[in-house]
């Protein structure tokens, strides 16, 4: 018995739709038993906001170091115990200030990290350094 042989070498434009039907058989499957998993509810107790007494932001510290080592409070002289002392007492305040550090040009970079580590230690964390 002969078996009849192709005569055209046409390329066969058919989809095979078998795979994507099992692919999305198996994707229905998933999704119904992870539905109702995902609308169980949890009763959870969370605490809810208290009002807030609304305290308004003091001014923001503004402290310029200058090339020599002077530095210079809200734009009054101080030697570096009383910014020391300044910038704990800063720190005390119910809303710390903002520390705004202008250092000048040929400033020492120790004259700077002594501030920063004075105002780090003492809480406040609101520090920016502010340029000309």
């Given amino acids: 018995m002969a078996l009849p042989v192709r005569a055209s070498r046409d390329a066969i434009a058919q989809i ?44 923001p510290i503004q402290l310029a170091i200058h090339s020599d080592g002077s530095m210079y409070w809200n734009a009054v002289p101080v030697d570096r115990s009383a910014v020391n002392v300044q910038l704990a007492l800063a720190a005390l305040q119910a809303k710390p200030p903002a520390l705004h550090i202008d250092a000048a040009d040929g400033t020492p ?18 520090i920016s350094f502010v340029g000309r």
């Fill in 109 to 126: 970079y120790q004259a700077v990290a002594d501030v920063l580590s004075s105002a780090k230690s003492n809480g406040l964390a609101d």
């Fill in 16 to 59: 095979n739709v078998t795979p994507l039907v099992d692919v999305l058989l198996v994707l229905l499957i998933i999704f119904m038993i992870t539905a109702p998993v995902v609308t169980r509810r949890l009763k959870i107790d969370l605490p809810q906001p208290g009002p807030q007494p609304h305290l308004p932001r003091p001014a």
